[in-house]
């Protein structure tokens, strides 16, 4: 304490002794902790590499079957056979395959572009199901306003027309 002057601090401890540069001089100079043995390396290493192996093998297994097989190239084909119906005469060909990338109308027999996708009506006049259905041609492929009606059952159709319920196609299928 300076002559004649009052420290609040006086009465405390000091923060840091020559003790603690002992203990600090200490601890810096002790060894590092022992390198693992080269049993236990092993021991952790080889599980890693072996896994990764593995999973380099699958993933080259993958990539080569995803190369190979396409099984989107089966699908497209199946899904381009469409039922089609002509806007001039009326006449419907079943199951025609409908090139790649072609767009509606598609041209006909008779060179003119007039065939579009007939729309399917499962019902019949008396509202039961029927196991082959009628082909429709949609106003809107036709130019003409209005909702478009089934010829043979009288109920409207529509783009994508459902299908009577799985219970009447069971009873049409007996």
């Known amino acids: 304490m300076i002559a004649g002057r009052y420290s609040p601090f ?16 200490a601890s810096r100079l002790r ?13 952790i290493v080889a599980p890693a590499r072996l896994s990764a192996v593995v999973a380099l ?5 993958w990539a080569l079957a995803g190369a190979l097989y396409d099984p989107s190239a089966a699908l ?18 079943e199951r025609s395959t409908v090139p790649e990338g072609a767009t509606f109308p598609l041209t006909g027999p ?19 199901a029927k196991r082959e259905p009628t082909r429709v041609l949609l106003n809107m492929y036709r130019g003409v306003d209005g909702p478009t009606v089934c010829p043979d059952c ?17 009873k049409a299928m007996e």
């Not at 006086?10 to 203990?23: M, S």
């Not at 084909?77 to 001039?88: F, G, H, V």
């Not at 008779?110 to 039961?128: K, M, N, Q, S, V």
């Open 10 to 25: 006086a009465d405390l401890p000091p923060l840091w002794t020559a003790e603690d540069d002992a203990a600090y001089d």
């Open 31 to 43: 060894r590092r902790p022992a390198r693992p043995t080269r049993e236990r390396t092993r021991s």
């Open 57 to 61: 093998v699958v993933g080259a297994g």
């Open 76 to 93: 497209d084909a199946s899904t381009r056979k469409r039922d089609l119906i002509c806007a001039q005469t009326g006449k419907v060909f």
């Open 110 to 128: 008779g060179g003119a572009a007039t065939l579009y996708p007939a729309e399917l009506c499962f019902w019949t006049a008396d509202g039961r």
């Open 154 to 170: 009288g109920r409207e159709v529509v783009y994508a027309n459902p299908m009577p319920p799985i219970e009447l196609m069971l």
